[in-house]
């Protein structure tokens, strides 16, 4: 496993071809990209390197660790009260510190800021599903009159995708939907019983045109490129020692590694961007070192922004100049604005009668997809857009037993016995784009390293709200459909940040005066500046967006190396 990463020559003292900020999802995929292009690469990530075999602990039963799971209540309350809200105490070291990393909000307008500072970033303890956007996302806004325009059609980022899922691995099933298309597909992982007799109840049964596939998910299901087939472990959450999902640590940060020209800085706290006004270009970037807390500066011709939506517009914001007295390349006025997430929770479960001779081996890392069918073919009177579902069926086992009474040997040898098989719908809907849906700096509050926070403001609306209530009346309808006893539909919806899929706030567009960047992530206003995170989105779709912005920063390096190279940049 890659423990180091270094060694990258500068061409001279803290000066680069290319600085990528952000080791995540994106900025794995910037470095892979510019040093494989020739571009000698510095990547700057603000938290600490990740040394598998010793942070991934996958394989550590609960009576292995000291709260048995549980986590340390007392400890995240004081240090972690938003973090604590996901995760398990496997990977609780993988979420920051909030009294180090504060933010603020509206107290009638919470919002959940679900983040990790460390190489790879998000992408160590991502979901993995793993869906592309079609024209019906990307024309999406230019038909309703929302927003603006996406500067790009499907067909723009299609061979991308290709690209991109080539290298990263995805299990899936060919379903011929033009508005949820096909990936390049590993072999699907299977659907357990429970599961097919759901998918065969749905089928047919519904004139929306409901079907049921298995989730398309960055996890290997044979060998490719060097990395091992997942052996169905389970808690991919706490890293992977096979490497067998796709993250950076896993795959493009080694690739990067491989061609001799990077250069990884953990613990490098981006303060902000420098601009020169003569050129209009940036010329390097202000660090903060998180350990010595010593200010420094790195140059490079280019700089590609991969800090995660909400920071990477927090580093422009904070970035002012006599030009940009709002923030860098903000002439438009939409840089942080148009925040969005994916409404979640909405849904339903209940218990499949049968199958009692079946029980499932293995702990599959994969769930079931119900891709959208609101607004397909027939407009919704309720609301705009739609939703997936995620999820799937699994038998009940000994963990049942810890919101059961019962004590001694009676009640343990009842738990030896698998228990009935239960499934679960959860819905991922569209959030729209919207101006007050909006993030600041706030001027009374700065980190640990003395950089002014944000101030996010964000909330649901009408739209995001029918199409929770929708979810979970649909996912009823299907379980009763498959002749599901217990049903209950979900009656918690998700807070604004709670599908950890933000984006928004630097929106790609045609127009300078509406957008923030333009087709191939480049800024309008600093054309050496490239954004490939979640911050270019014009719309939230409802699928997983992770796949888009890997698409999206392939195609930015290939643009930016080309028009350095012809000496146009």
Request: charged share 25%; glycine share 10%.
């Amino acid at each position: 496993m890659c423990r180091h990463y270094g060694g990258g020559v500068a061409m001279a003292a803290n000066t680069y071809d290319a600085i990528v900020i952000g080791s995540g999802m994106s900025g794995g995929w910037a470095a892979k990209e510019l040093t494989e292009k020739g571009m000698q690469t510095l990547v700057l990530e603000a938290g600490r390197s990740i040394v598998p075999e010793v942070d991934y602990v996958e394989h550590v039963p609960p009576w292995g660790v000291k709260f048995r799971g549980l986590r340390d209540r007392k400890a995240e309350s004081i240090n972690r009260p938003i973090q604590s809200q996901i995760g398990d105490e496997w990977n609780a070291k993988f979420f920051v510190d909030d009294k180090e990393n504060p933010y603020t909000t509206d107290s009638d307008k919470p919002y959940l800021f679900l983040r990790g500072r460390h190489v790879g970033g998000r992408s160590v303890m991502w979901g993995r599903q793993t869906y592309r956007l079609s024209d019906l996302d990307f024309e999406a806004n230019l038909k309703e009159g929302l927003g603006v325009d996406w500067p790009i059609r499907y067909k723009d980022i299609e061979p991308w995708y290709n690209y991109v899922e080539d290298f990263i691995g995805v299990s899936g099933q060919a379903e011929g939907l033009p508005h949820l298309p096909d990936s390049k597909f590993l072999p699907p992982m299977e659907m357990n019983c429970a599961e097919l007799a759901v998918k065969e109840a749905i089928a047919g049964k519904f004139p929306d045109g409901r079907m049921m596939t298995i989730g398309r998910v960055a996890i290997l299901t044979e060998s490719h490129r060097g990395r091992a087939a997942c052996h169905y472990c389970g808690p991919c959450q706490r890293g992977c020692i096979t490497r067998s999902y796709f993250s950076s640590v896993n795959s493009t940060l080694p690739a990067a590694q491989e061609t001799g020209k990077l250069t990884l800085r953990p613990f490098s706290v981006v303060h902000s961007l420098i601009f020169d006004s003569k050129t209009r270009k940036i010329t390097g970037v202000r660090v903060i070192d998180g350990q010595t807390r010593e200010a420094m500066e790195f140059h490079a011709r280019i700089v590609f922004l991969c800090a995660s939506t909400l920071e990477s517009a927090r580093i422009l914001l904070n970035s002012t100049t006599p030009e940009f007295p709002n923030g860098l390349a903000n002439s438009s006025g939409e840089l942080g604005h148009n925040l969005m997430d994916h409404i979640f929770k909405g849904g339903a479960t209940g218990t499949i009668p049968g199958h009692e001779d079946h029980i499932q081996m293995g702990n599959r890392p994969n769930g079931i997809y119900v891709p959208r069918f609101r607004n397909i073919k027939q407009k919704h009177p309720a609301f705009l857009r739609g939703y997936g579902f995620q999820g799937g069926g699994h038998r009940e086992g000994w963990e049942r037993g810890s919101d059961m009474p019962g004590f001694g040997v009676d009640f343990k040898n009842m738990l030896k016995n698998p228990g009935p098989w239960r499934f679960n719908f959860t819905g991922f809907g569209e959030c729209l784009p919207n101006h007050d849906n909006h993030l600041e700096i706030d001027k009374n509050k700065v980190d640990a390293w003395g950089i002014p926070a944000l101030k996010i403001n964000c909330q649901w609306r009408p739209n995001e709200l029918a199409i929770y209530k929708d979810m979970s009346v649909t996912a009823a309808e299907m379980l009763e459909a498959a002749g599901a006893k217990d049903i209950v539909a979900s009656t918690a919806q998700s807070l604004p940040g709670e599908g950890i899929h933000e984006m928004g706030s630097a929106r790609m567009g045609r127009d300078p005066k509406t957008s923030v960047l333009n087709e191939h992530n480049q800024a309008h206003d600093v054309k050496n500046l490239f954004v490939t995170d979640g911050s270019c989105m014009v719309s939230s779709a409802c699928v997983n967006p992770s796949l888009t912005y890997m698409a999206l920063t392939a195609r930015a390096c290939d643009y930016a190396v080309g028009k350095m190279k012809r000496g146009e940049l």
